[in-house]
């Protein structure tokens, strides 16, 4: 089986299952008991949060950990929006952000917020000075994902940052595919709110972090015994953060080589499936994830192509989804300007750890097999 879906979840690294493996049964206190158990757990939670803040270059108590990258966007959403009301009601936000941001968008509309959604470019970029026309008086937050999760586009967020930060507007990123795939830092980008994800980089699902940097107001969506410097109620997945953390570790000593070796791997990829003539690569050509190689392909359904390449042991996904049982294009797709045709024949590979040349070479040549019905 070759599994060419990494930007959907990765595998946990051994190193990361190893690690964790003693705080389910051994170390298994909790964070908030007096005892000797709970004490260590404290500890163990603590110096988590430091190596993951040591990544982002950031501070240890402006990171929060949650149970997924769908709770932090929702806790950055949510928590700015109901604690900065009486400044005002407006967001902005764009029309390619992952359903985790655009649905408590929406609801946050049905709740008396109203919501400016930016049109992006035939790559998926935002222009940063659309951002700007568009912040007004009453703006309270700009939620823009660092890069898609469909097509691979990396946003110019360090120019959308220095924008929010002139006009006193608070910035929230979703760096879900980006953290630990590519190296930035919080200052670099400008950003007050930041959404990262352990089960991306071969970490434990069940485990998310959210940054906050320490002079944004917010309101936690859940309410408790206070745990997580008030902000998230609940008692601490120590496992889930111990993996996390290895997980940031390693991803940090091996992010430089993996670029390098991915980005080749992907440009060889995009080669050898445009070189059929049926396919077209969707994303920008240059400014994309190292790992992300997206398509839309000439006669060929999504998931119909998804099923053809799942019998000959090829894992991938599409850009469309179902939706209340009907089969619906990308909103991804159709916001670059696909046709609603075009974006459900949409393709994505994604590229990880343990994706090989021999893997690449096979993907390629069962690809040329059904597009163009005949060996390359």
Sequence with gaps: MVYMDYASTTPVDPRVIKAMLPYFDKKF?????????????????????????????????????????????????????????????????????????????????????????????SYGLIDPKRVEEEIRDDTILVSIMHANNEIGT???????????????????????QTFGKIPFKIRDLHVDLLTISSHKIYGPKGVGALYVSEDVRMEPLLHGGGHE???????????????????????????????TRLTELRDKLIQNILETGRAHLTGHPKKRLPNLASFWIESIEGERLIMELNERGIAAST???????????????????????????????????????????????????????KSR
């Design 29 to 121: 206190g909790n964070t908030m008991s007096p005892h000797e158990w709970g004490m260590e757990a404290r500890e163990t939670l603590e110096t988590a949060r430091e190596e993951i803040a040591s990544l982002l270059g950031a501070a240890p108590n402006e990171i929060i950990f949650t149970s997924s990258a769908t709770e932090s966007n929702n806790l950055a959403i949510k928590g700015v929006a109901f604690a900065n009301k009486e400044r005002g009601k407006h967001i902005i936000t764009s029309k390619i952000e992952h359903l985790s941001v655009l649905e408590p968008c929406r609801w946050l509309e049905r709740n008396g917020f109203k919501v400016t959604y930016l049109d992006v470019d």
């Design 229 to 259: 410097f008030g902000l998230r109620s609940s008692t601490v997945n120590i496992p889930g953060v111990v993996g996390f953390a290895e997980a940031c570790k390693i991803a940090e000593g091996e992010m430089d080589s993996e670029i």
């Design 154 to 176: 990396i946003e110019p967020i360090e120019e959308i940052g220095k924008i929010c930060e002139e006009k006193g507007v608070y910035f929230h990123v979703d760096a879900a």
């Design 319 to 373: 850009g469309s989804a179902c939706a209340s049982g009907k089969l619906e294009p990308s909103h991804v797709l159709l916001a670059i300007g696909l046709s609603r045709r075009e974006a459900k024949n949409s393709l994505r590979l994604s590229l990880g750890r343990w994706t090989t040349a021999k893997d690449v070479e096979y993907v390629v040549d069962v690809l040329w097999e059904i597009i163009e019905g």
